[in-house]
C-alpha cells in the first residue's frame, strides 16, 4: 500500500520516465535497493550527450556514467521521493536548467561549481558520494551518515 501511494506521488515522475525510456530507447540494466525503495535503471541505448535523471522509482543514465553519477542520480531520487509532483518543478530547474543548461553548457562553470551546488551537493550526500582530493567518489563506510540511507540499503 505505501508502494502504491508512493507510486501516486511520483507520478509525473513516472509518466515522464516512461516517455523518456520509450523516446531514448533506454534498456532496463539492475534494479537498486536505495533509501528503502527499488528503483530501476536503466541506460539509454546511444550516448544521450551525458544526461542522467531521476524520476521517481526510475533512474535513466547515458551508458558512459560510472557508479558514481548512479548514485548520485540515486540520491535525487530521495528528493523526488519526499518532495513528490513539486520535484519535477524544483529539482527540473535548479539541476536541469539552472545548474546544468545555463551554469555548466552555456556558461561554462566547472565540474566542481556544478557539484557544490545545493541540489547537486544533496544528491551527492544522499547517494553516499563525496570529495576525494577534487574527485567525488563513493564514500566508503566511515564516511556514511544516516543523510545518505546506508542504513537503509
Ligand atoms: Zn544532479
Redesign the pocket.
Same mark, same amino acid.
Given at each position: 500500500m505505501k508502494y502504491f501511494f508512493l507510486f501516486l506521488w511520483q507520478l509525473p515522475q513516472h509518466i515522464l520516465a516512461g516517455v523518456l525510456i520509450l523516446l531514448t530507447r533506454a534498456r532496463y540494466t539492475h534494479t537498486v535497493r536505495w533509501c528503502n525503495r527499488w528503483i530501476r535503471v536503466y541506460r539509454t541505448a546511444r550516448a544521450n550527450g551525458r544526461w542522467g535523471i531521476s524520476l521517481g522509482f526510475f533512474t535513466i543514465l547515458d551508458p558512459a556514467f560510472n557508479q558514481v553519477t548512479e548514485r /548520485?542520480e540515486l540520491g /535525487?531520487g530521495v528528493d523526488s521521493c519526499r518532495m513528490g509532483p513539486i520535484y519535477l518543478f524544483w529539482v527540473g530547474f535548479w539541476?536541469a536548467l539552472m545548474h546544468n543548461l545555463i551554469g555548466s553548457r552555456i556558461l561554462g562553470r566547472g565540474y566542481e561549481w556544478y557539484y557544490t551546488r545545493r541540489v547537486?551537493a544533496r544528491?551527492d550526500r544522499y547517494g553516499g558520494v563525496v570529495w576525494h582530493n577534487g574527485q567525488r567518489v563513493l564514500a566508503n563506510a566511515s564516511e556514511l551518515t544516516p543523510d545518505n540511507c546506508q542504513n537503509l540499503v
Open positions: /548520485h /535525487h539541476s547537486e544528491a
